[in-house]
């Protein structure tokens, strides 16, 4: 007899896990309906190894290739194509190669008998938010309309994610360039112009000095400076990805002038969005906030919304649990208490998200127009400084040197 992880809610709608055994999913299934409780998926119990490798190998599909995916889907299934056939369909002729056989999986999981929802989920690559979304879909009744929402969500999150990463290419390309050539002219330029100096036997100035003996006497040091700074950068990074690291990180971030406030109206940007679009769903409230935590990249805002998802289910308004988290703005708590008040919430966290997307995107440029040519300058000074130090010796050579026969 097989044990199932079965993932189940009770009737006053608090939803966990369960492992049950049976000799399958169906059975699985059933005994917990005869219990009384509502099953949201039922799945085969892995080994940990198997569980940690399979994780491993599944990543997330977000992005252009996925929106098409929606759109396509979504206009079959509102063509009145049953969902199994426009699976089929879409398996076959799916653009993308990496969403093909994802696509495969989840169609013959649909076949075997599973919801929709289920195969999702199962596969492990799907987010979290559109899982959810179709499950809530499935138990409306209006899946079409669910995903117009989901696919709208996509859409303006998407194009955020595009116009920032847009805005932030050119200032790292700068600053690429910038330690190319310094690097070329420390590691090159600067030794071939000591072994000239040391053929003229000239007394060097100051700053040629000071170039020389760090391109050249000090340059294991300065070797070893930056590989240490390479590993630690690279261990802080595996340790930001750890859950204490993600934490204690993000509240490194929210102490930083002027980017720390960016930081958090981007992610209560998106966490506002992801909320709304599972609410106009048709998800409940309490599971709504769980999924989103689920979604939202920042490991203390996630925190935070879970927190909020336990107060909201003791009997908080959701302005009171968000609040007694600390971390979200004022603004933002006013116009969902707003919306609570008026029972309009997921058009208010709509315009809550616009709102601090508006911000971020400002924000971003104006300090983007300040970094720019502060990487220009900042780049100019150093080339400036490195080529007279080196010509600085030839040029007084020339003015000492007596003509012949003087």
Same mark, same amino acid.
């Given at each position: 007899m097989a044990e199932y992880v079965c993932k189940v809610a009770d009737a006053s709608g608090r939803v966990f896990s369960e492992v049950e055994a049976a000799q399958s999913i169906d059975e699985a299934r059933q005994k917990l309906a005869d219990r009384g409780l509502y099953v949201y998926n039922v799945r085969a119990q892995q080994g940990i190894l198997a569980g940690v490798l399979s994780r491993q190998r599944k990543k997330v599909i977000q992005g252009e290739e996925f929106l098409v995916f929606n759109q396509q889907f979504n206009t079959l299934i509102k063509a009145g194509l049953p969902i199994l056939k426009a699976l089929d369909l879409l398996t076959e002729r799916a653009g993308s190669e990496k969403l093909r056989p994802m696509l495969a999986e989840v169609r013959q999981r649909v076949r075997d008998g599973e919801l929709l929802s289920e195969?999702?989920?199962?596969?492990?690559? $799907?987010?979290?938010?559109?899982?959810?979304?179709? #499950?809530?879909?499935?138990?409306s009744g209006d899946? =079409?309309? *669910?995903?117009?929402?989901?696919?709208?969500?996509?859409?303006?999150?998407?194009?955020?994610?595009?116009?920032l990463i847009g805005a932030i290419i050119y200032p790292i390309f700068l600053i690429v360039t910038a330690i190319a050539i310094v690097s070329y002219i420390v590691t090159y330029v600067i030794p071939q112009f000591a072994k000239l100096y040391q053929d003229m036997d000239v007394v060097l100035p100051l700053p040629t000095r000071i170039m020389v003996a760090i391109a050249v006497e000090f340059r294991p040091y300065v070797i070893g400076g930056v590989v240490t700074?390479?590993?630690?950068?690279?261990a802080i990074y595996w340790w930001s990805r750890t859950e204490a690291g993600g934490v204690a990180s993000d509240k490194i971030r929210l102490k930083l002038p002027y980017l720390g406030d960016t930081?958090?109206? $981007?992610?209560?940007?998106?966490?506002?969005?992801? #909320?709304?679009?599972?609410?106009?769903?048709?998800? =409940?409230? *309490?599971?709504?906030?769980?999924?989103?935590?689920?979604?939202?990249?920042?490991?203390?805002?996630?925190?935070?919304?879970?927190?909020?998802?336990?107060?909201?289910k003791e009997g908080q308004s959701l302005r009171a649990a968000l609040g007694s988290t600390g971390l979200f703005p004022e603004l933002a708590l006013e116009m969902v208490e707003v919306g609570e008040a008026s029972g309009a919430l997921p058009p208010m966290l709509v315009s809550v998200a616009d709102l601090f997307e508006d911000d971020v995107n400002?924000?971003?440029?104006?300090?983007?127009?300040?970094?720019?040519?502060?990487?220009?300058v900042f780049m100019a000074i150093i080339v400036l400084f490195i080529l007279v130090s080196l010509y600085l010796p030839i040029f007084s050579f020339g003015m000492n040197a007596k003509p012949a026969g003087g």
């Open positions: 195969a999702l989920e199962q596969q492990g690559s $799907f987010p979290k938010v559109y899982n959810t979304t179709v #499950l809530a879909g499935e138990k899946l =079409p309309g *669910v995903l117009e929402h989901y696919i709208a969500y996509q859409r303006v999150s998407t194009g955020l994610r595009k116009k700074l390479v590993v630690l950068a690279v930081w958090v109206k $981007f992610q209560i940007s998106q966490v506002m969005r992801t #909320l709304s679009t599972l609410l106009t769903g048709g998800t =409940p409230l *309490v599971q709504a906030l769980a999924t989103t935590a689920d979604a939202a990249t920042s490991r203390l805002i996630a925190d935070g919304i879970r927190q909020s998802a336990q107060s909201v400002t924000r971003v440029a104006r300090a983007i127009s300040f970094v720019e040519p502060a990487i220009l």
